[in-house]
């Protein structure tokens, strides 16, 4: 149910952007969504998660100058902006924090070597590097209608692909062991909500 809400504001932005052909109208619905997806996640958490906290704050500040001066470019960089904030974010808890993020997250369920930890998290920032890049490399690239599609599979597809490698890193390392099967990077409710 939360990956459903999670996904909800993105298909209500492209479903009424198709409808009316109004970027504007969509992107008041995409802040109103997002709105909708914080109020759940505290109803059924009783707290927000960072990453929800980003997305909703970049969201309102980034779809609210879309609406204030009429440019569509302020939405557009919204998904560079998430990207690169939480690429950022990994970056920081590698080479400043005590424990790297990935580990803070998963530590429980999964037993891994520091190198692999590392790892994983400087493949996780690039993956988020290079998918706000690909965002406005569509946005400036390709016409408004085609980044909207993109919006609604490309998000979805990018961590689709780094979970895949993901696995495939943990099993060639044989990382993943008999009491570990299947835990990565998006497989309990809160690691997704936390990596998307």
């Not at 204030?68 to 557009?76: C, D, K, S, T, V």
Request: include cysteine; proline fraction near 3%.
């Amino acid at each position: 149910m939360k990956q459903f809400v999670e996904f909800l504001p993105i298909a209500l932005f492209v479903a009424v952007y198709f409808y009316t052909k109004d970027i504007y109208l969509s992107t008041a619905v995409l802040m109103a969504g997002i709105c909708v997806q914080v109020g759940y996640e505290y109803a059924r958490f009783r707290e927000v998660g960072k990453q929800t906290k980003i997305i909703f704050w970049v969201a309102i500040i980034f779809g609210g100058a879309t609406l204030l001066f009429r440019n569509q470019a302020f939405i557009q960089w919204k998904p560079t902006v998430v990207n690169w904030l939480f690429c950022l974010g990994l970056l920081a808890s590698q080479f400043f924090g005590r424990q790297n993020f990935l580990q803070k997250l998963l530590g429980d369920k999964i037993q891994l070597p520091g190198h692999v930890w590392r790892n994983l998290t400087l493949g996780w920032a690039a993956g988020f590097f290079l998918a706000g890049l690909l965002n406005l490399v569509i946005a400036y690239g390709f016409s408004l209608d085609f980044w909207v599609s993109y919006k609604l599979i490309g998000g979805f597809a990018i961590t689709l692909i780094y979970i895949i490698l993901t696995m495939i890193y943990l099993i060639k390392g044989g990382y993943l062991q008999e009491e570990n099967p299947g835990m990565l990077p998006g497989n309990s409710e809160r690691s997704k909500s936390e990596l998307d």
